[in-house]
Each structure stands twice: as structure tokens, then as C-alpha cells.
């Protein structure tokens, strides 16, 4: 019955893209209500409504199918995970990330004005904010969010970023493995 979908995602997050839309816009009305080995039955077989009503759901199929395609081109940008780019780092470094020592890197300032803490919170589990603009930053936890070191490229770009703004340098490889390790701790 769900043929289309199943047969889809089976080859891959390409072909829903592709699969999806001619289904959604273009069969929606077209479809007979016979046993279809295609058909979604419940959101495909014509009610008995007006043709303006059709038209309005197929504006909505449009706007789900679009949808579910940007979700599938964010979660495509997802390349890895938090605890992959811990080994990353570990191995870097030649030992384990530290939490306690992860912890304190955290919190403590480095000469500077600021620490990690003063845009992210002493509990990263919790959401953060800039220190200069106010911002909200989401957590940096994992536990706490997600999407949070799923993305190899986002991952170097901020790391180097904010420890140049705390430490006027970048973080070792070990600093960053103890940071992780911290923040893959927490609950
Ligand atoms: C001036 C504010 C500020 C400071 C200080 C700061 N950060 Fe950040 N950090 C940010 C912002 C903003 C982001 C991006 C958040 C987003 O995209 O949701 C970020 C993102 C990150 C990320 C990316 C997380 C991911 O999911 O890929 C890491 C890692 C990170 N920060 C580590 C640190 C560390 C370590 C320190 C201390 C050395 C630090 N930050 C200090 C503002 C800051």
C-alpha cells in the first residue's frame, strides 16, 4: 500500500526527493480509488468534496512534500556524530578526552574577558546567549540537543572561531577531546 514511500526510502534519501513530488502534486486528484499498489489510501483516495477543496490539498501536499524534502536536505548536512568527533580529537591528541579537566577549560577564563561559559552557560544543557549581541545559542550538549556536533565543517569553524575570541589561539587537540567528553557527560 505505502509502495512509493517504502520503495523510496529504501534507495536512498536521492530518490525521495525526486520520487515524492510527482506523486504528491501531480497523482493527488488524478488517482482512482481502486486498489492501487501506489496509493497512501487515506491521504490519496478523492473525498466527497468540491474541486476547490482538492485543489486547496493539493496546495498542502505540495507544501508537506517540500517540507519533508528541506528536512531530508538538513539532515543530509548531518556527517557525523558527537561521539565520532570525539574520537576525532582523542585520536589527535594520542589520549582520552578528560570531562572534570573539560569542565574546568569550560568555565575559566584564558586571559581574556570572556570564557566558553560567558556565550554558553555554565550548564550547556541549557540554551546560551552571545555575550555581545544577546543572542540565544542552543545548547551544546548533545543530550540537550541533537543536532548539536553533527556537522564536521560546523565543528572546526566554531571551535576555531570561539577559542580564538577566549584564548587568542586555537584550542589543542586534547582541549577540544576534554570539552567533548565533558559535554558528552552530561544529562
Ligand atoms: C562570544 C560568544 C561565544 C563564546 C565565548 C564561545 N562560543 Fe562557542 N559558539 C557560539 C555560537 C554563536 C555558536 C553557534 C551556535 C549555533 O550555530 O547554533 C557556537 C558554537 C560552538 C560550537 C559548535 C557546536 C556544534 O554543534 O558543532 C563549538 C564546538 C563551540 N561553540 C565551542 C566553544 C568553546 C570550546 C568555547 C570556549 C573556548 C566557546 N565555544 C566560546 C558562541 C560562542
Same mark, same amino acid.
Given at each position: 500500500?505505502?509502495?512509493?514511500?517504502?520503495?523510496?526510502?529504501?534507495?536512498? %534519501?536521492?530518490?525521495?526527493?525526486?520520487d515524492m513530488r510527482p506523486l504528491a502534486l501531480g497523482k493527488t486528484m488524478t488517482l482512482p480509488p481502486a486498489p492501487l499498489p501506489l496509493a497512501r489510501p487515506v491521504a490519496l483516495r478523492p473525498r466527497p468534496a468540491s474541486r476547490a477543496r482538492h485543489g486547496h $490539498?493539493?496546495?498542502?501536499?505540495?507544501? *508537506?512534500?517540500?517540507?519533508?524534502?528541506?528536512?531530508?536536505? *538538513?539532515?543530509?548536512?548531518?556527517?557525523?556524530?558527537?561521539?565520532? !568527533?570525539?574520537?576525532?580529537?582523542?585520536?589527535?591528541? /594520542? $589520549? =582520552? /578526552? !578528560?570531562?572534570?579537566? /573539560?569542565?574546568?577549560?569550560?568555565?575559566?577564563?584564558?586571559?581574556?574577558? +570572556?570564557?566558553?561559559?560567558?556565550?554558553?552557560?555554565? !550548564?550547556?544543557?541549557?540554551?546560551?546567549?552571545?555575550?555581545?549581541?544577546?543572542?540565544?545559542?542552543?545548547?551544546?550538549? %548533545?543530550?540537550?540537543? =541533537?543536532?548539536?556536533?553533527?556537522?564536521?565543517? !560546523? *565543528?572546526?569553524? +566554531?571551535?576555531?572561531?570561539?577559542?580564538?575570541?577566549?584564548? $587568542? $589561539?586555537?584550542?589543542?587537540? /586534547?582541549?577540544?577531546?576534554? *570539552?567533548?567528553? +565533558?559535554?558528552?557527560?552530561?544529562?
Open positions: 500500500m505505502n509502495a512509493p514511500f517504502s520503495l523510496a526510502s529504501s534507495t536512498g %534519501p536521492k530518490n525521495e526527493l525526486i $490539498r493539493g496546495l498542502r501536499a505540495a507544501a *508537506v512534500s517540500l517540507c519533508m524534502a528541506m528536512a531530508t536536505a *538538513v539532515a543530509l548536512a548531518a556527517d557525523t556524530t558527537p561521539a565520532r !568527533q570525539l574520537e576525532r580529537f582523542a585520536a589527535e591528541a /594520542g $589520549r =582520552p /578526552g !578528560q570531562p572534570e579537566a /573539560g569542565r574546568a577549560f569550560f568555565t575559566r577564563t584564558h586571559g581574556g574577558a +570572556w570564557s566558553c561559559a560567558s556565550c554558553h552557560g555554565e !550548564q550547556p544543557t541549557s540554551r546560551g546567549r552571545h555575550a555581545s549581541t544577546g543572542k540565544a545559542i542552543d545548547p551544546l550538549a %548533545p543530550a540537550a540537543n =541533537p543536532s548539536a556536533f553533527t556537522d564536521t565543517t !560546523q *565543528v572546526d569553524k +566554531w571551535f576555531r572561531r570561539n577559542c580564538r575570541d577566549v584564548l $587568542r $589561539r586555537e584550542c589543542s587537540a /586534547g582541549e577540544k577531546a576534554d *570539552v567533548l567528553a +565533558w559535554l558528552g557527560s552530561l544529562r
